[in-house]
């Protein structure tokens, strides 16, 4: 059986990402000239701050030092989060999403953008923004019905605390 470098890589350094109390979410080894660059994508329920990035960085700096899984050639290692338009594609990606706005592409080849309310084993309860005016709407997309779902960036959405907080300034 025949496994991958990225899959290798995956067995090596997830039980260090793990004990830095991180998810490892993605590997990449890609080729720039005659450099190779190892992307590792990490983050946490509470998201990943730059102290974290940093510390678990030097850690599988030296791992990988200490064994010869990128072979013998130069590489970069680049250790980073998600970012904002992240792909939701395991539960957990979902639960991390609740609360924002999400677009997703329905098995059937529609589209829907709306927001995440709450995510159980089999799907998410989402409300729907209303159109000129209308109230919102809630739907519930099963899993099984969602082909792929991206996190949506919000430049002006007013965080729950914010809100809370001009309640009480209002009072």
């Given at each position: 059986?025949?496994?991958?470098?990225?899959?290798?890589?995956?067995?090596?350094?997830?039980?260090?990402?793990?004990?830095?109390?991180?998810?490892?979410?993605?590997?990449?080894?890609?080729?720039?000239?005659?450099?190779?660059?190892?992307?590792?994508?990490?983050?946490?329920?509470?998201?990943?701050?730059?102290?974290?990035?940093?510390?678990?960085?030097?850690?599988?700096?030296a791992?990988?030092?200490?064994?010869?899984?990128?072979?013998?050639?130069?590489?970069?290692?680049?250790?980073?989060?998600?970012?904002?338009?992240?792909?939701?594609?395991?539960?957990?990606?979902?639960?991390?999403?609740?609360?924002?706005?999400?677009?997703?592409?329905?098995?059937?080849?529609?589209?829907?953008?709306?927001?995440?309310?709450?995510v159980?084993?089999?799907?998410?309860?989402?409300?729907?923004?209303g159109?000129?005016?209308?109230k919102?709407?809630?739907?519930?997309?099963?899993?099984?019905?969602?082909?792929?779902?991206?996190?949506?960036?919000?430049?002006?959405r007013?965080?729950?605390?914010?809100?809370?907080?001009?309640?009480?300034?209002?009072?």
């Amino acid at each position: 059986m025949s496994t991958t470098q990225s899959e290798r890589l995956r067995e090596l350094l997830e039980p260090l990402v793990s004990s830095q109390g991180l998810d490892l979410e993605e590997i990449e080894v890609d080729s720039v000239g005659r450099k190779r660059v190892l992307r590792v994508v990490v983050d946490s329920d509470e998201g990943a701050d730059l102290d974290a990035i940093a510390d678990v960085s030097r850690a599988l700096s030296a791992k990988l030092d200490e064994t010869d899984a990128m072979g013998q050639g130069e590489y970069t290692l680049e250790v980073g989060t998600p970012g904002a338009e992240r792909e939701l594609k395991e539960h957990r990606h979902y639960v991390r999403a609740t609360g924002r706005l999400v677009k997703f592409q329905l098995g059937d080849s529609d589209e829907l953008i709306a927001r995440i309310i709450t995510v159980d084993d089999e799907g998410v309860d989402v409300e729907v923004p209303g159109v000129k005016g209308r109230k919102p709407t809630a739907r519930r997309l099963a899993f099984e019905d969602i082909a792929k779902a991206r996190v949506q960036v919000e430049f002006n959405r007013k965080d729950k605390k914010d809100e809370k907080d001009m309640e009480e300034e209002e009072a």
